[in-house]
RNA sequence: AGGCGCGUAGCUCAGCUGGCAGAGCGCCUCCCUUACAAGGAGGAGGUCGGCGGUUCGAGUCCGCCCGUGCCUACCA
């Protein structure tokens, strides 16, 4: 006997998830042999907290993963966090600005600082986050897409690349956002159809003799046209071909981005990408601010004049509206237009504005120089298209996978440089002598000491002067994603497999630093490395360019992408591009559960990324979840205040319920709709489930399991539980298969209250309740306890392993109360129920007669309460019942005690025709009477029997027709035919049986 | 402009290969029966968006339309 108490799931929580970190349950500490799991979680941005869409799906993959664990797979999920460089930047920037200081003003390392001063704030939260939500992930392979390791990766990655050609730089069009100053991926350009207008301007011909007209949406940037074109088959402007234009407004210099100085007189070109049904089919040409005209520019040879700063502000060659923004710009071009008499109309016009994602600025095109990678080569491209297309990289749903070919068929170059300060720097040193561009990677050192210092330069980590107590301190102080380990440990760990045995102390350090100037060092790559300055005492570590061999470098100034790095995660975090054991083990990984809004950002990307380095899938199969919106279906956002808080909801109903009403909500290819109450709803669940542990724990003999053999033989309603227990477990197993979630979780649900409480439970009281009848002689009364103490065995024995299985079954959707309960249970016998076996479906646990049997039984008790409430007996109140049965009988006789409990029933006698003054129903075969109180209503009774027979015989109907009908005996199957003959029989039984009811019920009201 | 998805009970959604329309929540009635009122028992509620086609038979397959959501696009 032993009670647990009410359900709280705070407590159990809190205790349960800290256990589960400190016993380091689910880390890989030894690579097994034979089957494994694994996964790299999404990592989350560094930038504030977790969102519903993180908590559906960290549930979602915590749910595979323990499926997959206690199915006996080793499972590494390894977890981690993105930079996100231009999210975090720009959060860190707006704290900032907050405090009245300005990024610009700090300077590039000292905001980096502050960067770095906040950045765990935000993973430590997030980190407790996740594991409030039970996730099982192997924190001891912890990554951040920055971190020493991954720095390194992306270097080496970056290398790779350049040197087969897939990396160039160029003067091309991007979308420069004007707040964030950096340019962006055209994936990261967010489009919004607008109200805007569409200015029609008047372009003189240059001597003044006749003019074309052009239709602008944005009249300011005709300060930087070099030509208007037309489409050559244009008759209205064939003649006209090769002619110039007098730029109006323009009286002032204008440059070229290569400094030379531009005409205002303008050239007309021809050019087929112009439509001639738009506008006026004459279109001005702008190549330095709109991505078709810098194509059309390009091939006419046309100058490129920017008249915007970096601010998207009004520049010097904008002449008298220098200064201004854009937009007053516009306001003003217009105004002075139309005082010239040179604007034609204007109309309304509805297009498309390209907006940052990251602030919503409008984006402003311009040219400059950035990188890009060559995704459009064959080499990435078609091997990523492959694939897809063999199905060894697999989209569930399945819809997925045409939204995937047809985005990466359409693949242009994408922008990997980013004007911002925090992210990877590119690791490419400029000559200032010859022009050089050198790419350095600690592969162009074969030193330890060499690559190591190299890195941390490259990092940011330490100056390229330094003092070797610098080095030391740095390299035996805290790593920042793993604070248990120095980042020297670090780097054993994660970046230099194979150098284990370093020991770095400034000592040794400035040891090398002299053998390296040492004559033996003999090799002139060694030598000289290391510079030493006495007078500051610092060591310079020397770079030096690879064509001329000059000392004078400058670094690129940008930073990679975000995407780039996140692009190598499923095999940067084993360790790539060393050839780790835990990378042959992981790689390629199983699963990969994410977003549909970030398959062309990522998971497009680390297919390109891993086909290309490792010539390998990073994941077979990849999971689309849904969106998470509000209950009005708008999508989730803080500007709209309709986020529902996954800490909250943890808090008030439990990461259980939480976890729960996720996965029963996730429904493949639907968005899920969310609101409080639902979480609600599984809490109840979660209560109910307590409960139920807690009715069988308090009724479970403490040496139950030493008298298992003294059970009595199973009755019916055991079999019947342990068939549905193991088709649940079949049907659970087949849906996770099949990823789906919410299948899975229905058929638990139903089974745990449906099944289990709802009926089991109440039958075990029957034999665990069951006292010895009194006045009894001696023997028979010690024979009769000996039965029913036998009798109790059995049913407990049958509760607990039920429940136990059941526990089991729930675990990965449940993880906190099931493990609570499962602990209790006197047959826990391992660490955690995350660590035993998952049940399986086993065709010998299969009573199909005992099944039948019950759930006919659950027919009978279900009509006989009908009949009660129809006549609104009070539950409590027990009535006499009599019946008459056919095939039913002997049914009825072996669980006459359980018709009695489960009916509320004092007795209940067999008859051969109906007692006066009853009131009858039935179920099939089965006719039961209830004796007539006095004050009964029958009006109820009545209408409920009249809606029953209406029902039947419309039923009837069809089914009559049906088979009167001759098509339907020839060309339906037989086997149809049969059985619409015996619904037809049934339910004539059944029509016959409700009008006999009625009418002996007009009779009683008589 | 192209592409994808969704319209089934008051709400949110199941309904796989066509064969008697389901669940949860909400609602109504009765009950604090010793696991659980976060509960129990019973019940009401549907022209499956519309039209047409295929078929013996359509919520399910096909076409068109209406409504709605999203993604992609270099329409100045």
Known sequence: MKDIGQYDHREIEKRRSREWVEKALYSVRELLQGERFSVVIPPPNVTGSLHMGHALNATLQDILCR?????????????????????????????????????????????????????????????????????????????????????????????????????????????????????????????????????????????????????????????????????????????????????????????????????????????????PEFGTGAVKITPAHDPLDFEIGKSHGLAMVQVMDPFARMNENAGEFAGLDRYEARKKVVEKLEALGLLEKVERHRHAVGKCYRCKTVLEPTVSTQWFLKVSDQRIKSRALQVVREGLVRFIPDSWTKVYLQWVENLRDWCISRQI???????????????????????????????LIFNLIADGKIDQEFTPEEVEKVLHSNSFVHPEMTVLDFYKKFVFHRYHSTEVSAHLLRLFFTQDTNPTAILTEKKDRYKYDPKKKTYRFVLRCKRCGSERLRQEQDVLDTWFSSALWPFGVFGWPE????????????????????????????????????????????????????????????????????????????????????????????????????????????????????????????????????????????????????????KVNRALESYEFSEAAKELYEFVWSELCDWYIEFSKLRLYAKPQEGLPPEQAKAQEERLQAEKITVQATLLSVFERTLRLLHPFMPFITEELWQALPTAHRESVSLSPYPQYNPQELYEEAERQVERLKEIISSIRSLRSDLHIEPSRKVKLYY?????????????????????????????????????????????????????????????????????????????????????????????????????????????KVQTLLQALSKVRL
């Open 67 to 275: 499926w997959h664990r206690m199915r006996g797979k080793q499972v590494e999920w390894v977890p981690g966090f993105d930079h996100a460089g231009i999210a975090t930047q720009y959060v860190v920037d707006r704290q900032l600005q907050q405090k009245g200081m300005s990024r610009l003003e700090m300077g590039r390392e000292e905001f980096l600082k502050k960067v770095w001063e906040w950045v765990p704030i935000s993973r430590s939260a997030i980190r407790e986050q996740l594991e409030k939500l039970g996730v099982s992930v192997d924190w001891s392979r912890e990554r951040f897409t920055l971190d020493e390791g991954f720095s390194r990766a992306v270097r080496h990655a970056f290398r790779r690349l350049y040197e087969e050609g897939l990396i160039y730089r160029g003067q091309y069009m991007v979308s420069w956002c004007p707040n964030d100053l950096t340019a962006l991926s055209d994936l990261e350009v967010e489009h919004e159809e607008e109200e805007g207008k569409l200015y029609y301007i008047r372009y003189p011909s240059e001597d003044g003799s006749w003019h074309i007209t052009v239709a602008t949406t944005r009249p300011e940037t005709m300060l930087g046209d070099t030509a208007v074109a037309v489409h050559p088959e244009d008759e209205r402007y064939r003649a006209l071909v090769g002619k110039r234009l007098r730029l109006p407004l323009v009286e002032w210099k204008r440059r070229a981005m290569d400094g030379s100085e531009v005409s205002p007189l303008i050239p007309i070109v021809a050019d087929s990408r112009v439509k």
């Open 421 to 451: 300060w925090w992210g990877h720097r590119i690791p490419v040193w400029y000559c200032e002598d010859c022009g050089h561009e050198n790419l350095f990677t600690d592969e162009d050192f074969d030193r330890v000491y060499d690559k």
């Open 579 to 730: 050839e780790t054991e835990e990378l042959k083990k992981f790689y390629p990984t199983d699963l990969l559960v994410t977003g549909f809004d970030i398959i062309f950002f990522w998971v497009a990307r680390m297919v390109f990324m891993g086909t290309f380095f490792l010539k390998e899938v990073p994941f077979r199969d990849v999971y689309i979840h849904a969106l998470i919106r509000d209950e009005k279906g708008q999508k989730m956002s803080k500007t709209k205040g309709n986020v529902i808080d996954p800490l909250e909801i943890v808090e008030k109903y439990g990461a259980d319920a939480l976890r729960f009403t996720l996965a029963i909500l996730t429904q493949q290819g639907r968005d899920i709709r969310l609101s409080e109450k639902r979480f609600e709803g599984y809490k109840h669940f979660a209560n109910k489930l307590w409960n139920a542990g807690r009715f069988i724990l308090m009724n479970l003999e403490p040496d139950l399991l030493s008298r298992l053999p003294y059970g009595a033989p199973p009755r019916p309603e055991d079999l019947w539980i342990l068939t549905r227990l193991n088709r649940t477990a079949q």
């Open 884 to 992: 008459r049965a056919g095939e039913s009988a002997p049914l009825v006789e072996l669980f006459r005690p359980h018709l009695l409990s489960l009916a509320k029933l004092e007795g209940l006698e067999s008859v051969e025709e109906e007692p006066p003054k009853c009131v009858a129903g039935f179920s099939k075969d089965f006719e039961f009477f209830l004796p007539l109180e006095e004050g009964v209503k029958l009006q109820e009774l009545v209408s409920s029997y009249t809606r029953r027979l209406q029902e039947v015989e419309k039923q009837f109907k069809t089914f009559q027709e049906r088979l009167s009908s001759e098509s339907f005996l020839k060309r339906a199957p037989e086997e149809e035919v049969q059985k619409t003959k015996q619904s037809l029989q049934e339910l004539e039984e059944e029509k016959r």
